[in-house]
């Protein structure tokens, strides 16, 4: 008798002592419902590389959409999606820099918030820029980077494996292996090399790891001796038009690298577009239901 009395009071005290944590569960949930945008991230802003477009771009957000109370906090993009998937795991709020295409959007339910001002721009594109004079030294290679072109899907393929643990160059050659109808149409009719070097610089984006390392899978399998460099995006452009990094993959126009290309205007070979409809501008995750514009971040 004593024992089930014990154990309906333990019972008892368990059922109370849950309804209790559900209650201050809930009551911290409706107050953080209370809580304007600002507050539940600390007037924070989650960025990238300082000096890029993209950080230039939000910094004039700021003060277009009046968010003088907000703070923009510069890293990377590694330190950024270190950032988001703390948040994402335990579903904080969390506001962030962000592109596309990129893994992130992939893994994650994320949303970016509409920009009415259009300070990010309408969608970006990606673009092939040489040295000038790769035209007349390495032909083979200027058609192949002329003619490469491919979509969102090819790219999130490459970053997904890596993502997942995949090294870069199984990775790339993987995707190479599994689209050779795509490839033969880069290099179709163009003859093979035999060891000449050529050298390809991109920012250390993952976007641009799969763009670069799959170039390299494609130009070793035409005879090439490939260097790849990941390089800050400054040093990037300034290898190309200096002639000490033949060509990248990864110039995004017309907003992201305006300043570069402005810049180095009449040093660089534009081989054109490479991949079309990426994006840029500020992202949550889709859980934060009532945030879908830059305007609802103000109080």
Not at 50 to 79: C, F, H, I, N, R
Not at 135 to 143: G, H, I, Q, S, V
Not at 144 to 166: K, P, Q, S
Request: with cysteine.
């Amino acid at each position: 008798m004593f024992k089930e009395i014990t154990g309906l009071s333990l019972a008892t005290l368990l059922a109370v002592g849950l309804a209790a944590c559900g209650s201050s569960a809930a009551k911290e949930n409706d107050a953080q419902k209370g809580q304007t945008v600002g507050d539940q991230v600390d007037y924070t802003i989650v960025g990238t590389d300082p000096g890029s477009g993209l950080m230039q771009a939000t910094e004039k957000a700021l003060e277009e959409y009046d968010l003088s109370d907000w703070e923009l906090v510069s890293g990377s993009g590694a330190s950024m999606t270190a950032a988001l998937k703390r948040a994402y795991d335990k579903e904080e709020p969390i506001v962030f820099t962000a592109w596309s295409p990129h893994w992130k959007f992939i893994k994650y339910d994320l949303k970016f918030l509409d920009d009415p001002n259009l300070l990010y721009g309408d969608a970006e594109e990606i673009h092939t820029l040489a040295r000038k004079g790769l035209k007349e030294d390495k032909p083979e290679a200027y058609t192949i980077l002329e003619r490469f072109h491919w979509d969102t899907e090819d790219m999130g393929e490459i970053m997904v494996a890596i993502e997942d643990g995949e090294d870069p160059e199984m990775a790339a050659q993987a995707w190479v292996d599994d689209n050779k109808e795509k490839v033969a149409e880069w290099t179709k009719d163009v003859p093979k090399v035999k060891g000449d070097k050529i050298k390809l610089a991109y920012a250390p984006w993952d976007s641009e790891i799969a763009s670069h390392y799959m170039m390299r899978q494609v130009l070793e399998g035409m005879g090439y001796d490939v260097t790849i460099s990941s390089v800050e995006p400054g040093p990037m452009f300034a290898g190309v038009a200096d002639g000490s990094a033949d060509a990248t993959l990864a110039a995004w126009l017309p907003i992201t690298h305006k300043n570069y290309i402005e810049k180095y205007e009449g040093d660089l070979d534009d081989l054109g577009v490479n991949m079309e409809g990426v994006r840029q501008g500020l992202a949550v995750p889709t859980y934060m239901e009532d945030v879908n514009s830059i305007e609802d971040l103000k109080d």
